[in-house]
């Protein structure tokens, strides 16, 4: 199947335990023919299979499954298909679970309030980025989270950081700062959890939208 253009559309595959809500989401995809929805599952054992036979380049997942959550899924997948777009849908969109959705590996975090068409832009923000993180509610989210005491950079930090926006990796950074590599290494893993990111790339691109970097244009990944 080729579009217009003669670009083969993104295979998409979707999961929900709600009937009505896949065969909106169908309907949503199939406006678009950049888009082509390849399987449907309403649970995530169903969904690992349908995985597994269609190898869909984005997986579009409710957060809440009869048999688990679709932060399993989002495991399971990226730790086999790492370069695979993974869309969490969910009608409980706190910080918590945006958080959670962020540090388990998805691709994207969406609301289902949210308009059909924002479902499938997120898709296909995925299949293009599928290990940087999109969500409307992230900056918010983080500056809530860096208001707590115990989740602010500390100066040290703050330094580790722009060095790491500038590239630099631990062995750089503790020359640069006079601290051994492991010392360095320490700050970075800091840096990592109270972003509430897993890679350097994810914790800049937290920094930058939660203002941490406003001001900078990293180049480090």
């Known amino acids: 199947m080729t579009t217009s253009t003669g670009a083969t559309p993104i295979s998409v595959l979707l999961v929900d335990d709600h009937e009505l809500i896949r065969a909106g989401l169908?309907?949503?995809?199939?406006l678009d023919p950049s888009t082509h929805v390849v399987g449907q599952a309403g649970s995530v054992g169903e969904a690992l299979e349908q995985f597994a036979e269609h190898r869909p380049q984005v997986v579009v997942t409710d957060?809440?499954?009869p048999d688990g959550t679709g932060l399993d899924i989002v495991r399971a997948v990226r730790k086999e298909a790492p370069e695979t777009g993974l869309v969490v849908l969910t009608m409980h969109s706190g910080d918590e679970q945006i958080f959670a959705a962020m540090e388990a590996g998805a691709s994207a975090f969406v609301g289902k309030d949210a308009p059909s068409t924002e479902v499938v832009k997120a898709a296909k923000h995925a299949a293009v980025s599928p290990r940087t993180f999109l969500c409307a509610g992230l900056s918010a989210a983080m500056i809530r989270r860096m208001s707590g005491e115990t989740s602010r950079l500390s100066d040290r930090e703050q330094e580790v950081l722009v060095l790491?926006?500038?590239?630099?990796?631990?062995?750089?950074?503790?020359?640069?700062?006079?601290?051994?590599?492991?010392?360095?290494?320490?700050?970075?893993?800091?840096?990592?959890?109270?972003?509430?990111?897993?890679?350097?790339?994810?914790?800049?691109?937290?920094?930058?939208?939660?203002?941490?970097?406003?001001?900078?244009?990293?180049?480090?990944?």
């Open 164 to 221: 790491l926006a500038d590239g630099l990796g631990a062995g750089q950074i503790a020359s640069q700062l006079y601290m051994s590599e492991s010392t360095a290494k320490s700050h970075i893993t800091r840096i990592y959890q109270k972003l509430g990111a897993t890679n350097r790339a994810q914790a800049l691109v937290t920094a930058m939208r939660s203002g941490l970097l406003s001001s900078m244009n990293p180049t480090g990944y």
């Open 63 to 65: 957060l809440q499954l």
């Open 26 to 30: 169908a309907t949503a995809f199939s």
